[in-house]
C-alpha cells in the first residue's frame, strides 16, 4: 500500500511530501522490515505524480521481491532550480541551469536522519539498525545517495546511484570520499551510462 504525508523540515524550512510504500499486510505480519530511502519520491509510484508523466512504476518490482521492504520516497521541492539545490551537497556551477547552485543537500540530509529517520522508525515496523537502511536515487538524487553513503555509512549501509549527476562537483565528491571514515561493510551500486564521462571509474577507483 501507498501512503503520503507531510512532514515539517525545519533545516529546509517547507513541508516535505512523502510517499511510502508498505507491505499490505505490515499492520497484522507481526514483522519489521528493512528501509529504502529515496530520493524524488513523487516519480517512483504513479504516473500522475511523476514530475514529466511517467513514473518508475516501482510497485511491480516490489512486489516480485522474496523480500518485502518498506519504501519511503522524500519529495523534492519544484521551485525553480530548488531540486538541484536540495540534491546538491556542495556549491556548483551549471550554465545549463543559469550560473551557480547553491547546495544544500546537508540541509536534506539533515531533514532525512533528525526529521524523518525517527519517525518512521517510530510509527512504522522499521528495522532500525544500518545493514537494514538503504537509500537511493536518479540523477541529482544518485548524487545525493552516494554523499549519503560516504558520510552517513553509521546509518545507511547501502546505496543505490542511477545516473548521478556527479559532473558539476566531481572534484568536491572525491576529496570527500577520500576525506571520510565509511564503515564496513558498506555497498555501492553504480548505473553510469557509456557517455556520461569518466568520473564513476575515478570515483569507484578512489574509493574501492
Excluded at 517547507?14 to 499486510?25: A, E, N, Q
Aim: with cysteine.
Amino acid at each position: 500500500m501507498i501512503i503520503k504525508y507531510d512532514l515539517y523540515s525545519s533545516s529546509l524550512e517547507r513541508d516535505v511530501t512523502i510517499h511510502m510504500y508498505l507491505p499490505d499486510d505490515y499492520m497484522n505480519s507481526h514483522k519489521t522490515y528493512p528501509v529504502l530511502y529515496m530520493f524524488d519520491g513523487h516519480n517512483l509510484f504513479f504516473d500522475e505524480d511523476a514530475t514529466y508523466g511517467r513514473s518508475w512504476r516501482l510497485l511491480n518490482h516490489l512486489y516480485a521481491l522474496e523480500e518485502d521492504i518498506i519504501v519511503v520516497g522524500i519529495e523534492c521541492s519544484h521551485e525553480g532550480n530548488e531540486r538541484l539545490s536540495e540534491y546538491a551537497p556542495f556549491d556548483f556551477y551549471d550554465a545549463e541551469f543559469g550560473g551557480g547552485i547553491d547546495g544544500k543537500g546537508d540541509a536534506t540530509m539533515d531533514f532525512i536522519l533528525h526529521t524523518l529517520k525517527p519517525y518512521v522508525d517510530h510509527h512504522f515496523p522499521a528495522r532500525k539498525d544500518r545493514r537494514h537502511t538503504w537509500i537511493g536515487g536518479s540523477s541529482c538524487g544518485g548524487l545525493m545517495a552516494i554523499y549519503a553513503l560516504c558520510t552517513c555509512s553509521s546509518v545507511f549501509s547501502k546505496a543505490v546511484a542511477l545516473s548521478p549527476y556527479v559532473l558539476p562537483c566531481d572534484s568536491s565528491l572525491l576529496y570527500c570520499a577520500d576525506q571520510v571514515y565509511i564503515h564496513s561493510p558498506s555497498s555501492l551500486y553504480l548505473s553510469w551510462g557509456a557517455r556520461e564521462g569518466n568520473t564513476a571509474h575515478e570515483f569507484v577507483g578512489e574509493t574501492a
